[in-house]
């Protein structure tokens, strides 16, 4: 696995690949890797010639300075779990200057899909990862790119990103991958305490009863209930919890108004915040 810092040693590479008329599928991440983002470059491995992880801690999409500071950064560790794990080829680990040489301040518009749900609490983030997703589409072309579907909402944005961008990538979403108790894997789940930990495989567990107990409640009292039963838990406070439309993002208010449902849900441990979602 070859581990490539500048634009340039990378174009150069793309340049030799296309050539060869050879696949690339694309693994986008802000490091601290885990089994999440290896299941999404074992998949690109297996569906492209050549597949290219970025480790890359975007900081336009980043509303919070602290959060940009304590972002945890451990490439070293990541490259040695891609090589122990995958057959991944390429690692592109740049620079803030690399991808941004100057300020970016091109503004994307996505209407509600931006101002809803993860946008409402992190005003300007879902533009930040347009930002940096154009440029690195732009740098790498790839013909596939992959994401996760914990985070759902920007897995709807990314569609809407290269529709409106007209590229021909095809975007490839991964199921959420959850530990054995059923909390989705996060780079963030390390900041838990055991106890905090513990208590966090409420999130999924709540939200799966949602699922059973879908049929007996309007979408309006189920909502509470799920967000009641969470925030019982001691410093545990949910931040929204909506059930929206898969495509819209519009919330919904009732189970026939749509066949692809979604419970989206943010939660704040203390410091540490956490999100999750259900399909209905
Ligand atoms: O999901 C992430 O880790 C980031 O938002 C992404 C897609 C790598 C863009 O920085």
Redesign the pocket.
């Known amino acids: 696995m070859k581990i490539i810092k500048t634009n340039f040693e990378l174009q150069t590479e793309i340049l030799k690949i296309k050539k060869q008329k050879k696949s690339i599928g694309f693994v986008?991440?802000?490091g601290a890797l885990h089994k999440g983002h290896i299941e999404l470059v074992k998949q690109s491995v297996v569906e492209n010639n050549i597949s290219i992880v970025?480790i890359?801690v975007?900081p336009t999409?980043f509303n919070n300075e602290n959060d940009l500071l304590n972002y945890p950064r451990t490439l070293e560790a990541d490259c040695r779990l891609l090589i122990q794990e995958t057959n991944n080829h390429f690692v592109f680990a740049p620079t803030v200057k690399e991808i941004y040489p100057n300020p970016d301040t091109r503004q994307f518009k996505f209407g509600n899909l931006k101002t809803t749900m993860e946008g409402k609490f992190r005003p300007g983030h879902f533009n930040?990862?347009a930002q940096?997703?154009s440029r690195f589409f732009e740098i790498i072309k790839p013909n596939r790119a992959y994401?996760?579907e914990k985070?759902f909402q920007?897995l709807v944005i990314?569609r809407e990103l290269v529709k409106q961008l007209n590229l021909n990538i095809e975007i490839i979403s991964h199921p959420v991958v959850r530990d054995k108790d059923g909390l989705a894997l996060s780079s963030r789940n390390i900041y838990l305490t055991p106890n905090q930990r513990e208590n966090a495989k409420i999130i999924f567990n709540t939200l799966s009863e949602s699922k059973k107990e879908k049929k007996y409640f309007p979408i309006y009292i189920l909502k509470q209930i799920v967000i009641n039963k969470i925030n019982s838990v001691p410093n545990f406070r949910v931040e929204y919890f909506d059930i929206v439309d898969g495509t819209t993002l519009k919330s919904i208010t009732n189970w026939d108004d749509s066949k692809h449902i979604v419970g989206c849900i943010a939660v704040h441990v203390e410091q540490i915040r956490l999100i999750d979602n259900i399909i209905y």
Request: hydrophobic share 45%; proline share 6%; charged share 5%.
């Open positions: 986008p991440t802000m970025s890359f975007n999409q930040g990862v940096v997703l994401f996760g985070d920007q990314i």
